[in-house]
């Protein structure tokens, strides 16, 4: 073919073309790392720099939808009837290792809130009643804890923030929207600092 | 700019006057503007190292600053092409037939060990049982990303070059193609009696006549025509059909460009996950729930379809004799599912082949097992564990099943059991085996451990193995129960009971946004293909020369690629139809011929 030479413009017109092509398709499936790597968004701050660990200001927190079930101990409990009180909600299961060393710190935070207008409610998954009160004796955890196996509030929560596997921890503010989420263990001081801003902040705000 | 200066003194005899930059210090870059030599730079830059070209235009900083407006040349500055050779040659070499079949090849090469090799994604429990069965192999496999083939980066390396490679050779083919499908035909040649196929005959019009006769019949058969310029002397028409072969291929090529685009939806904003249901239980379609869960680049957990699936029951069917004994005829998993919260529960039997279909994901049944039921009472006699623990097949002909028991809340001491369940117990030189796959006799044998199950230090673990560093065996040997039986650990630690059985099942869930789409795809690549490989591309030319008695009328035909066949025919049938016009109310001269080439 003689037309080498004179397609030459045509052809680097055309090479340009599938660069850019190529170009879209690298940018595509690098959007993934801009996502894994992005920082955070506006109205969110990491406690003590952990990323697992975020508090939402006011005006960035998402209204937590209403669920209801029942406790192990076969009590009903409806997160709706809670409003005016910071709550803090726990996902948990017995068989979790993740849940199994944050017990202690649980027990102990909901013992100093107990009186302080601080309600803790567990949620616990994948689990059986049996197994979950053996852990609640274990670890002396008081408060209730719904019985959902099939982790459907996990699936209606995560509307609000993503419910990941147990465990995952919400503190909720007096008005129902989350205030601070940890994703994974809770340590003492982490979640003391969320319930204590979630407390400070005022009602309807 | 003093640098500039500089070189200029440097060369004081330059000969360029007014040029600030003489051409002998810079080679390359004034040289390569012009096409041909650019082109032989091109085709001779392996020799040209990569730091040739880029040494040579060093010398001046900025070349393209220093070009002269005034220049005769007048051709606009250029980037210098430093380095571009390089990258071009790579890029010819990865858009190229040979290097996309190699890829290809690497591809198919690549997902061998995904069918050999249990995979995490499919069957996390068959992964687990090769971990235990191969100690000392199954790490090696691990490093080398072998149990999750699909998503190793080495794989990921393979299909994206092999997607560049594919983009970057269909999108120009598409560009010429798209081309070709609209270039109108060449003019006729001037002897068309050369040509494969060609006859010639008298006719009593005029030359100008005959050709408009001609175009005009040939024009009402859907041939593209190419008429003679203005204020050209000669008499002619070309005329071409069979454009579809060029609008098939360009058909092909668009819908495999598609076919790409859609495999990289499916893996942006598809995913797949796992979970192990057993009889009696149900789970939400949301991270917290599932076992596995591998999201899309671009799908975030709070992207699932807010499904639920409850199993009723689940039942396996065994051949009882022959050859085939043992070997499954049927399964069936009895499920009920809600497509959002709320929604009425519908019943839908699962099987191998059938998947559920519900909000555009699929549903699979993939696997299948024992759950035996165990209770634990501890020292104090609390019952401490109540729970059907799923046991994973190590013997899928016989449904021999491995699985531990962890009771984390018994005090004072944690408790652990590893242990066996057969479906169909039997004593094999006193050794406990199955004999079928179907729960007609099972038993479990256990051996009994307490200390620290490594459970509260929030290391996650496998629920599958127990860890036995900080555990010390209660029971001398392994004991066996059958259902509702129970043993009484030594020194009062304790009561284990097997109080019955469940089945679980295991499903895969799968969102492929870019199945329908790959499909759609699929077909219309299949179909341009067809169409290129059916239709043919052929050229008619009708010259006519002025005679005496009328004109000489010459018909040359040209098939251009005679995939099938027939132009023979269709040509002859073109030329009578084209004489019969061309001398209708008149006799039919005598000197005709057509020949074959």
Known sequence: MPSRLVTTVKGRKRAAVSLAAVAAVLLAGGLWAAQASGGTPNGETYVDGNPSAVLYDTGHRALVPDFSGTTLAGVPLRLATYRGTVVVLNFWGSWCAPCRSEGETLAALSGRYAHAGVSFIGVDENDTPTNAEAFEQGFGIKYPSLNDPSASIAQAVSSAVLISSPPTTLVIDRTGHVAGAIFGTATYSVLNTMISKAMTGKAGA | MTELHASQEAVPDSTVPGSTVPCSTVPCSTVADSAPAEEKATSTFPEDGPGGRAALSAKVPAPQTNWDPADPGGRPPQTPPV??????????????????????????????????????????AAVQNYFTSHPALAPWLNHLGLFNVFAAPWFAAIYLLLFASLVGCVVPRTFRLAGAARTPPPRAPRNLGRLPHSASYHSALAADEAVAIAAAALGGKRFRLRRPAEGDKTYWVSAE??????????????????????????????????????????????????????????????????????????????????????QPSSFD????????????????????????????????????????????????????????????????????????????????????????????????????????????????????????????????????????????????????????????????????????????????????PGQVPALVCGILAL???????????????????????????????????????????????????????????????????????
């Open chain 2, 83 to 124: 380095n571009f050779g390089w990258g071009r040659w790579a890029w010819r070499q990865l858009t190229s037939m040979r290097t996309a079949l190699v890829l290809l090849f690497l591809l198919a090469l690549g997902s061998i060990p995904g069918s050999l090799l249990p995979q995490q994604g499919q069957d996390p």
């Open chain 2, 333 to 512: 998993a009895r499920i009920s599912y809600s497509s959002s919260p709320g929604a009425p529960a519908k019943p839908y039997d699962l099987r191998i082949n059938q998947p559920l279909n519900v909000d555009s994901l699929k549903v699979y049944l993939i696997g299948h097992g024992y759950a035996p039921e165990f209770t634990v009472t501890d020292q104090s006699g609390k019952v401490v564990y109540d729970e059907a623990t799923p046991f994973i097949p190590a013997n899928t002909g016989t449904f021999e099943s491995d699985g531990v028991v962890k009771v984390p809340d018994a005090s004072p001491t944690q408790l652990g059991f590893i242990g066996v369940f057969v479906p169909t117990a039997v004593s094999v030189n006193g050794v406990l085996e199955s004999a079928f796959p179907a729960p007609e006799l099972p038993a479990v044998s256990l051996l009994g451990y307490e200390g620290n199950l490594g459970i509260n230090s929030g290391i996650p673990q496998s629920v599958y193995q127990l860890d036995t560093t900080a555990m010390t065996q209660v029971t001398a040997k392994p004991f066996l129960l059958q259902p509702g039986q129970s043993f009484t650990l030594p020194g009062g630690r304790g009561k284990i009971t097997f109080t019955g059985y469940k089945q679980w099942v295991s499903l895969a869930i799968t969102y492929d």
């Open chain 2, 527 to 597: 179909a341009g293909l067809l169409l290129s490989f059916l239709v043919r591309r052929r050229r008619v030319f009708v010259r006519a020369a002025g005679t005496e008695e009328g004109s000489v009328v010459t018909v040359g035909g040209l098939a251009r690629t005679d995939a099938g066949g027939g132009f023979e025919d269709e040509f002859a049938e073109l030329v009578a139809q084209l004489r019969a016009a061309h001398n209708e109310g008149h006799s039919v001269g005598p000197t005709e011929q057509q020949s074959e080439a």
């Open chain 2, 241 to 326: 059909k069979g454009y579809l072969r060029e609008a098939g291929n360009l058909l092909f090529h668009l819908a495999l460009l598609g076919v790409l685009v859609s495999i990289a939806i499916g893996g942006l904003f598809g995913y797949k996950a796992n979970k192990l249901m057993i009889e009696g239980g149900s789970f939400s379609n949301t991270v917290s729930a599932l076992d596995e869960f591998h999201p899309g680049r671009l799908v975030t957990g709070s992207d699932l379809a807010p499904f639920s699936i409850t199993l009723k029951g689940f039942s396996a069917n065994y051949y009882t004799s022959g050859e085939s004994r043992g």
